[in-house]
């Protein structure tokens, strides 16, 4: 099941988190983060129990895009242990989603 993070709850749900932890960060007007969003849902289905995938909307929330440098979105960060380990930005496929998560699972 795809998380919903929040700035508010950020600190708890992704730094604090014992997974690893990938933020997709978007917004509902961005055309390639909708069409990333049934990719997103099928990874943190096939991935529950050993990663955290979550959205967070940049419209929203701003703190965290700011403190991540993200520039543009979609931008999917990757955390491990409370440290951004890696980030995606753009539209990808699964197959380079999926190989991206596997690297940091192992």
């Excluded at 983060?33 to 929203?60: Q, S, T």
Aim: proline fraction near 4%.
């Amino acid at each position: 099941m795809v998380q919903k993070f929040t700035d508010d709850t950020f600190e708890n749900e992704v730094l604090k988190s014992d997974k690893l932890t990938i933020v997709d960060l978007w917004a509902e007007w961005c055309g390639p983060c909708l069409a990333m969003n049934p990719i997103v849902e099928e990874l943190a289905r096939e991935y529950e129990g050993r990663a955290v995938i979550g959205k967070l909307n940049v419209d929203e929330n701003a703190e965290v895009p700011v403190k991540y440098n993200v520039r543009g979105i979609p931008t999917f960060l990757f955390f491990k242990n409370g440290q951004l380990i890696d980030r995606l930005v753009g539209a990808r496929s699964k197959q380079e989603f999926a190989a991206k998560i596997n690297a940091h699972l192992s």
